[in-house]
């Protein structure tokens, strides 16, 4: 065997390197600098003798790579620990957006228990998301049971109305049968009759005639005794027809209503949010669909308001989940027992709460927040012995010609944001 000279090696070596920056390229963000300018070096033919630099360079980032990766007592390095924390907070904020159905608040709150990390690992990440995945997918089966009962329901429902639609046709076979029974009868009465008047024409004697008509008439008879028990009988399948229709159209009566009371419950939770008990989002979707053809059709004005709890993930943060579940609470206490009768409030996600004021300008507007605002400001509580104050922003703007649903709100955010960089604790107009 030929012994390769160092010729050989350096075309070797060359090839390995140009195949190892294309092969680990994109593995590491740390590294992609490194390789793409050692890559664009050896496509323009430079001689991999003259990269030592950048090949010394990087050897230490693979190795402050290694490092990371086994950082002290097992825990995840600086970088994944930052990635792990924003999962968190990911996963906070999408079940506060998320309306959980009463039955499942304990487990919820167990969750939320988990997720107050404050320096988290791989396994507390782990056990958060499973918990948030399971919390899920639990919504979801409950969410398909009730709409595999409703399906279930309106089968039901479809099966009962075929059979009442066959009760109807058997009344209508038992009426037409009724008329077809009265036509052959009539057929009958006028044979005999042409019977009688052509026996009467041809008799010779009287008792002859006598003999002929009373046999006629007999058959006249017996033709209408037989008629008459087809009627009884056809009489008495409809009126049983009759009684089995009269009971099955009770029977959906009953199980109409029972439908729709159950309708309005599922429905009235499901626009329902369950820590403050104001409408959620979807109900605020319905109600500004309405509000906004009102304005559109009668051009009277609307108002928008967003408000935003003050630092409320410092107090999620500082006092726990509990605490920020009060806050929620009588923030929406004080913001539904402060707004007008004809205002509709709501719990837009998070500590987001939006209210929309129809007939009200947004100077009017202003006028409600300001005094909503300080009663807010002036009702912190204590927890465990702890003060906790509360105050709120808000965000307002007036509906406007040319304006779509989401345009408005977008300007009512912008006002939010105004008021949040102007310190806090205040209420702001954005107009178009």
Known sequence: MDTPNNSDIDKLLYKLVFQFSIYALGSNKQLDPLLVKINKSLKQGLNYHSLTPEFIALSKTLAHISKQEKSTDGNASPSSIEYQRYLIDRLNKLLAETDIPFKFQRQYKLLQQKSRIKKPNGEDTKKAIDLALSLLFSIKDQALSEQHDIEDFFSKFSKQFMLLGEHVADVGKSNE???????????????????????????????????????????????????????????????????????????????????????????????????????????????????????????????????????????????????????????????????????????????????????????????????????????????????????ISCGISQFSEGDEQETAFERADQALYLSKEQGRNKCSIIDK
Not at 214 to 220: M, P, S, T
């Open 177 to 391: 049968a009724s008329i077809e029974n009265s036509k052959n009868l009539s057929d009958a009465i006028n044979v005999q009759v042409d019977n009688i008047k052509s026996s009467s024409a041809n008799a010779v004697e009287l008792s002859s005639l006598q003999k002929n008509i009373a046999q006629h008439i007999q058959e006249l008879s017996l033709q209408c005794q037989q008629h008459q028990e087809k009627e009884n009988s056809q009489l008495l399948e409809s009126q049983k027809q009759l009684s089995l229709m009269t009971e099955k159209l009770q029977q959906l009566e009953v199980e109409t209503d029972s439908l729709r009371s159950n309708l309005k419950v599922v429905h009235d939770k499901a626009l329902s949010d369950a820590l403050t008990g104001l409408p959620n989002r979807m109900a605020y979707d319905e109600r500004i669909k309405i509000e906004f053809n009102r304005w559109h059709r009668y051009k009277s004005p609307l108002s928008l308001v967003i408000w935003d709890i003050d630092l409320f993930k410092s107090i999620n943060d500082t006092y726990g989940h509990k605490a920020g579940d009060n806050t929620l609470a009588i923030v929406a206490q004080l913001l539904s027992a402060n707004c007008r009768k004809t205002d509709f409030i709501a719990r837009y996600g998070g500590e987001e709460f939006v209210m929309l004021l129809p007939n009200t300008t947004s100077a009017q507007t202003l006028i409600v927040a300001e005094k909503i605002r300080p009663i807010i400001a002036n009702s912190g509580f204590n927890y465990h012995g702890e003060s906790i104050k509360l105050t």
